[in-house]
């Protein structure tokens, strides 16, 4: 498949219908300039704070806030660090000051400028300040891009877990332009790819020949393969939310792989792996452990480990005691009564949730305590 007629139409836009609640994503190359004018649409006031990182403001902040006061908003910037150790509530705690100092008000409305964790901290931020106000997303790394900027899940970590604390607060607009992937990092942008594995391994088996067929255009950051694979997931993903927006049953299925992922960033303290990397070894132990349970076949296991092979991503579970790779498991949120909601792939394209209460197959798949 060489385009996305068939997931659709040809319009890169994708709509994430939620009734009165529902928003536009916007795909293109080189639309950052477009920001300014596609807020004023929105009407949701004329202050606004653009939160940040430094790595990212050095790159695309004068082109955003060029637009936004062109278009006639008051624009303040709050910065936070760069990196996952600072998504906590330390850091909240400084934007909510940054945000008083500022001025903000209900009448304003926040930008979140970045990857997942600028997007996620500022729309906890946005989610909490004044009880809520509105923010927009503009997502440049690719696992931002196709995953969390879409859906609305907000929040921090804590010490004990991932993404502990949060809520669920849907942007007003999102805007994503491809041409902010060509100054991310490669092990980024790598990582970013196990998001989109994730998308075609349970949901669509075309994105997943797709990805297999043109790994090496997307591997040199074409943007017309960039733009399809980012709008195709994002629709997969909108269809998804719009069933399932609060994670009661359906949206579950787009955590396959983040169940093992998340406890391997616990227990390689947010640093050794990135997400995407540590989703790609959670989401090899996810194949395997669907094989044995019979819903998945060799072949299938087979073609997961090549293709995340392919796109530069690990495979193997850092080795740690099974013990502690038992406690971060059922320390995760998504942990109920003792047992685990597993997201298991059916072949290519498919998937079963599996209750998990014995989590020792779980890690005998994954190659862990021998």
């Avoid at 075609?200 to 393969?225: C, K």
């Avoid at 998504?334 to 997201?343: E, N």
Wanted: overall charge negative; some cysteine.
């Amino acid at each position: 498949m060489d385009d996305l007629s068939s997931v659709g139409g040809n319009s890169p836009d994708v709509t994430v219908s939620l009734g009165d609640r529902s928003y536009g994503i916007a795909i293109g190359s080189g639309t950052l300039g477009n920001l300014g004018q596609e807020c004023l649409k929105l009407e949701i006031g004329k202050k606004v704070a653009i939160i940040t990182n430094p790595t990212v403001a050095g790159y695309y902040l004068a082109s955003v806030r060029t637009s936004l006061e062109s278009a006639g908003f008051n624009v303040a910037v709050v910065e936070i660090p760069d990196g996952e150790e600072f998504k906590n509530l330390d850091t909240v705690a400084s934007v909510y000051n940054d945000l008083v100092d500022a001025g903000m008000n209900r009448g304003g409305f926040v930008v979140a400028l970045g990857g997942g964790v600028v997007g996620d901290l500022a729309g906890f931020a946005a989610a909490t300040f004044l009880r809520g106000i509105e923010f927009v997303q503009v997502p440049t790394t690719l696992l931002s891009q196709v995953d969390s900027s879409v859906g609305g899940k907000t929040g921090v970590n804590l010490d004990k877990g991932k993404n502990l604390v949060g809520a669920f607060h849907q942007p007003r607009f999102v805007l994503i332009d491809v041409m902010t992937l060509s100054t991310l990092p490669e092990r980024e942008f790598i990582g970013g790819l196990a998001e989109v594995i994730k998308y075609g391994a349970v949901l669509d088996a075309e994105l997943f020949g797709f990805l297999e067929q043109h790994s090496e255009e997307i591997l040199a950051r074409d943007p017309e393969p960039l733009k399809q694979i980012i709008s195709w997931c994002c629709r997969l993903k909108a269809d998804v939310v719009a069933q399932d927006e609060r994670e009661t049953g359906l949206r579950a299925v787009l955590n396959f792989g983040h169940t093992l992922g998340h406890a391997v960033e616990l227990l390689t303290g947010y640093g050794k792996y990135s997400h995407g990397e540590a989703v790609a070894i959670g989401m090899v132990a996810a194949a395997s452990f669907s094989e044995q349970k019979g819903f998945a076949a060799p072949e299938d296991t087979a073609r997961i480990r090549a293709l995340l092979a392919r796109m530069g991503l690990p495979a193997e579970a850092p080795q740690f005691a099974p013990g502690e790779y038992i406690a971060s498991l059922v320390r995760d949120k998504k942990s109920r009564d003792g047992g685990i909601t597993f997201v298991c792939n059916k072949g290519i394209g498919g998937f079963s949730f599996e209750r998990v209460t014995d989590l020792w197959p779980l890690l005998s798949a994954s190659g862990i305590g021998g």
